[in-house]
């Protein structure tokens, strides 16, 4: 299979994930006050952060991966899972590093002075930081220009975050 044919495929896999999450209501997250970054996007029907995703995995496995009831921390007013204790402690220790930055949203939107989820099924680590994205388009956007449209958002983030908070 050609490069191109895989790189459509896992678009339209990603795609069919998500809409049957949506359909599920998996993917149905609010904004919740969180001391690591102002706004973090928590499911109010679980009070799950990020969806129930391991914020560590990305770091560690290079890829999205659900967190397990077992490891569970109640951080900040959310529900953060976990795939395996180590990444629970890292977490615990450094939840500025391993949290998603702008609590989940995304900084393209953030950019332009609005708050768009991210999903993390769009993600990406730039200088050791995780950044979700609402779209692959966004996060492409995003890594065309990073530097920029995270200093464009850092600078926003105040006004947009507060906003939020209304």
Known sequence: MTAARQQRKRA???GLALFIALGAG????QAINAATDGQLTVNPETGLAISGFDPVSYFTDGKALFGRPEFELNKDGAVWRFSNEG???AFEQHPEIYAP??????PVAIGR???VRGHPLFWA???QRLYFFYSEKTR???LADAGRIIATAERKWPDVSRALGE
């Not at 998996?26 to 997250?29: K, T």
């Open 26 to 29: 998996i993917f149905a997250p």
């Open 101 to 106: 930055q702008f609590g989940g949203y995304d």
């Open 12 to 14: 339209f896999l990603m």
């Open 87 to 89: 990444n629970r402690g």
């Open 113 to 115: 002075d609005r708050s």
């Open 125 to 127: 680590i730039v200088g």
């Open 140 to 142: 492409l956007t995003f």
